[in-house]
């Protein structure tokens, strides 16, 4: 931090909110928290809309009165949120161990954080239902889902991450009411801090790392080297916090990750999804995706994920090393650019002469010209093309080119028009 005292406003229901503050005013001095409790979510837009001018970004102690401030478009700081993970239910289900009951129901989590965690617990998951969290899913909806579980026969036990829920279905259910866990507070108040450092991330990026491995310190050494934090989502899985020109200095331009081979060592899989954005609930979301595409890529992977559909794989594996002429296979090409190599030789194929226009690259895949942009720049944030610009014989602007660097030899420039 640069020592400047950041104020903070704490939005949540009144315990979860003493919770945080108790954590922020040990560990993390650097924030100034202004506790503004509510007794309903549904407060947490008024509370924003009242709130006083000295407030630098707004921290929510759970997705639910994020999403709703979010949806509401009051939201005019940087904003963070406290993410119930499946180590807050781990760290629950062991506290109520000796709890029976035959089915059970569980709200806003992720189905596969819930079922982990009951496994981790050693708790059967056959009787196990889930309703993820969604926008536009009110009390009404996730009272009548814990109800309509509990009628399904035997003993139910019903779990919420909000007061709202427990209100509703509480006096009439045996229920849990999940507060966040420690390290999900600790990740929530690091990532306001990263926020609200104008140094650190005044016109940059936000990057949000979930990686799936145990923390430890050989996991802490790594995100040092990305000059970044780290805490535990849940006993296997991590999350870091960093930004995108740091990953990219050390994925040499989003093309190799290093810490992919340190990690695999001892390790069956490795698997790190990036997600590049503007606040850190917008990367931590691309992060989830690119971590799913990554799991599905193979036993050693990495994906960053920018939206809007480009992501790029990467690689800590020699083999995807380039040749001695610096090109790479079709099949590198794919899982670096995230472009099936259908679409990659149907490119190639385009290319007449050593040149070809976009219009060219669209009528090869029945894609707009703008489409055809967007895969070109791809290859050259995957490190498998160089965006140049054919000056000789043009009038006007200059159209510009990509020198695509794939297979066994250096392909043709290819000619986008400006």
């Known amino acids: 931090m640069t020592g400047r005292i950041t104020q903070v406003g704490l939005i949540g229901p009144r315990d979860v909110v003493a919770q945080v503050a108790s954590v922020a005013a040990g560990e993390f001095p650097a924030l100034d928290l202004y506790p503004s409790p509510y007794a309903h979510e549904g407060q947490a837009v008024d509370l924003i809309r009242h709130a006083p001018d000295r407030i630098d970004a707004w921290l929510f102690t759970g997705p639910v009165p994020f999403d709703l401030a979010r ?84 003993s139910a036990l019903a779990i919420t991450c909000r007061q709202s829920v427990y209100d509703a279905v509480g006096p009439s259910l045996p229920m849990l009411r999940l507060a966040p866990s420690a390290g999900a507070v600790r990740s929530a108040l690091t990532a306001t801090s990263l926020v609200c450092d104008r140094e650190a991330v005044a016109d940059a990026q936000v990057v949000v790392g979930l990686v799936d491995v145990p923390a430890s310190l050989e996991l802490a050494a790594e995100v040092r080297r990305l000059a970044g934090v780290t805490a535990p989502l849940s006993p296997m899985l991590s999350v870091l916090l960093t930004t995108r020109a740091v990953l990219a200095e050390e994925t040499g331009s989003f ?87 259908t679409k990659l030789r149907r490119i190639l194929q385009a290319a007449e002469a050593d040149r070809v226009t976009a219009a060219d690259v669209a009528r090869s895949l029945a894609i707009e010209d703008r489409s055809a942009r967007r895969l070109l720049e791809r290859l050259v944030q995957a490190g498998v093309a160089e965006a140049t610009t054919t000056r000789a014989g043009s009038v006007g602007r200059p159209p510009k080119s990509y020198l695509l660097r794939i297979a066994s030899r250096t392909i043709s420039s290819v000619g986008v028009s400006a």
């Open 71 to 154: 949806r509401a478009g009051v939201l005019r700081r940087p904003a963070a949120f406290v993410d119930y993970t499946g180590a807050t239910l781990y760290q629950a289900l062991r506290q109520d161990a000796r709890r029976q009951w035959d089915v059970a129901s569980v709200d806003t989590l992720r189905r596969t954080e819930v079922l982990r965690a009951f496994r981790a617990a050693g708790l059967p998951t056959e009787r196990v239902r889930v309703c993820e969290y969604g926008a536009g899913r009110d009390v009404t909806d996730l009272a009548a889902f814990h109800r309509s579980v509990a009628r399904s026969g035997g």
């Open 255 to 341: 093309r190799r990750l290093v810490m992919l081979d340190r990690l695999s060592r001892g390790r069956p899989r490795v698997h790190a999804g990036f997600g590049v954005g503007r606040t850190v609930a917008a990367a931590e979301a691309l992060a989830r995706r690119a971590l799913g595409r990554a799991t599905a890529a193979g036993p050693y992977a990495a994906v960053v994920s920018f939206g809007a559909g480009a992501d790029l794989l990467l690689t800590g594996r020699s083999a995807d090393a380039p040749d001695a002429g610096g090109t790479v296979s079709v099949a590198v090409a794919e899982r670096r650019s995230g472009i099936e190599q």
